[in-house]
């Protein structure tokens, strides 16, 4: 009895119209629970990338070091029980042997999209009296930009390490008092000391990376720390930020270095996020569970008060499987219908929060957001209703019809 | 009378409800019925004599438990659910004594019902046809209205315009006049006179008002489960 849905899709509007204040309702409760969960959503989304942006915005993605020394412990001949007393070794400066090979592989590697060896060492920062501890970064400058964009970060001053320039940061300036042009005494021991140009001061927002990095051209920096042709890190930025740890993993086996990427130093941090998707996750399930019985719960009233006439329409010939599909689409209908009012409600909220909110961060909601929550509270309502609908369909007529 | 004007015929039917239980109670003890084409009938008898039960199994709302129905020549006990409910659509139209709109709807899309619960969006011949017989029973101004906004007898007259809306080969009405007034029961039992000689269909009404009955050229009467007059002129049986 006819293939199209256009008796179904005609019921189910005039059942939903006709009782409008239960209907009117139950769309209130699924706009609310498909607002929260869209924006919730958006708002994680939008914070998470910003927390990674900021963080990974100054440091590398993959950091491959020289390996630690340990203690080589020569091996007992056969019959002699040996006991040994090992203290760990100090583990002084060192150069990543023939890092030039190690940078060019690194180079060819699909997966990283910049590599930057650096020389980086302690050293003591002076001017006048004053004095702080600094950290000595002899950098390319071209290959160093495109793993921590510090150029970008400049209050003052040009990003300029060559002939005895330094670049400093902002709360290093502000303890030694210096400024542009002025002369930084830095002291690396054993009598090693250099007097340098502040050509820029930048401002990472990390406090500790603007109290003590200075930038120096890396031939200055080796000269300084007495490692000359030496790096000892070579920094990497990967395509996939989510994958640097496997990548680190195989990167340390392909080289013999080590290799630690930003999630495993970072380790809080990525736990934080981890816990936030899940919160986000079960709320997200618990609202989407409410809906989704809310929608179950008003249909099944629904169908006891449309009784008599789901009997009427069965003697005049409806098939079971009509009577089904008049209450699949009714809570299709709900669904659909409340999440486009709920997604459209949390897109306004994302505008309010960006323009009037604490302008800590942008929120962006994704395309694919609310056409995806759309989808998903029609199929929640369809399977909500499917308890009702079944009952519906599996109404007796004879019995249903005298049903008052 | 010949088979091919026979639209009903019962051979042995009875029905037992809970059965196998110890509150088993056999409501119909064979009955044998035939109905012709455009006869008009009165189903009568007391209350708890099995009349709702008998109508329900014509009506291929419930199925006997022993013996056979036949609708239109075909056996129907055998049937399941979807081939019943599509020969329901095709054969019978219902008139209850509550009338039974669907109130969401208007008139005429009660009236359209039955035809589009078989082949869907209503065509303009189906509409033209609908509107006919609304103005048949004399209620051609009301096809917008909502169903609920008609007194009860004129909800009746919409109910018979339903039922007749797919020319059924038999129309079935339970109590049609039960809650009317005297008046307005006349003038509903009139429609069915009008419309059994009209469309040449099968009537079978059940009743309680015996001058209703007695306006039917044929009396059925149901007593304790058991057909005590005009079961079947055509076999003799009494």
Known sequence: ?404 | MSESEEVLRLAGVCKVYNPGTPQETEVLHGIDLRLARGELSALIGPSGSGKSTLLNLIGLLDSPSAGELYLLGRPTRELDDAARTRLRNEAIGFVFQFHHLIPAFSVLDNVLMPLMIRHGKPGAEDIERARGLLAEVGLEGFAAKKATELSGGQQQRVAIARALVTHPALLLADEPTGNLDTRTAENVFELFRRFNAQFGCAVLVVTHDPRLAAGCPRTVELVDGWIVGGADRASGSP
């Open chain 1, 1 to 404: 009895m006819g293939g199209s849905l256009w008796l179904e899709w005609k019921i189910a509007l005039r059942f939903l119209l006709d009782n409008y204040l239960q209907t009117l309702l139950i769309l209130v409760g699924i706009t609310v629970g498909c607002a929260v969960i869209v924006f919730i959503t958006a708002l994680v989304t939008g914070l998470q990338s910003n927390v990674i942006a900021r963080t990974l915005g100054t440091q590398a993605h993959i950091r491959m070091l020289p390996p630690d020394e340990v203690n080589r412990v020569l091996p007992a001949p056969p019959g002699v029980l040996a006991l040994d007393l090992e203290n760990p070794r100090p583990q002084r400066l060192r150069s990543i042997g023939n890092w030039q090979a190690v940078r060019d592989v690194l180079d060819r590697q699909p997966e990283i999209l910049a590599v930057s060896p650096m020389v980086s060492g302690p050293a003591m920062g002076r001017r006048g009296v004053a004095r702080a501890s600094v950290a000595l970064l002899g950098i390319d400058p071209v290959r160093y930009l495109r793993v921590v964009p510090v150029a970008d970060e400049l209050i003052a001053g040009r990003f300029e390490i060559g002939a005895g320039h330094a670049v400093i940061g902002k709360k290093l300036a502000e303890d030694l008092g210096l400024e542009l042009g002025d002369k930084l005494r830095l002291d690396a021991g054993e009598g090693r000391e250099a007097v340098v140009d502040v050509a820029g001061i930048f401002e990472l927002g990390v406090r500790e990376l603007d109290a003590r990095h200075v930038y120096l051209d890396l031939k200055q920096a080796q000269t300084l720390l007495d490692l000359p042709g030496a790096v000892t890190v070579i920094d990497t930025t990967v395509a996939d930020i989510f994958a640097a740890e496997d990548l680190a993993v195989r990167l340390a086996r392909l080289t013999g270095l080590k290799a630690e990427s930003w999630m495993a130093t970072n380790g809080e941090l990525l736990n934080a996020l981890r816990s936030q998707t899940m919160t986000t996750q079960m709320i997200r399930v618990f609202v989407g569970l409410s809906v989704a019985f809310g929608i179950a719960s008003v249909l099944a009233v629904s169908v006891v008060q449309r009784t008599r006439e789901i009997g009427i329409l069965r003697a005049m010939g409806s098939p079971r499987g009509q009577i089904l599909r008049v209450f699949l689409l009714q809570g299709g209908l709900l669904g659909l219908l409340g999440s486009g009012v709920g997604g459209g409600l949390a897109w306004l909220l994302v505008q309010a929060f960006n323009r009037f909110g604490a302008r800590l961060f942008e929120i962006l909601v994704e395309p694919t957001l609310i056409p995806g929550a759309m989808a998903v509270a029609t199929l929640t309502g369809v399977l909500a209703a499917a308890v009702p609908a079944r009952r519906a369909a599996r109404y007796d007529p004879a019995v249903a019809i005298r049903y008052v």
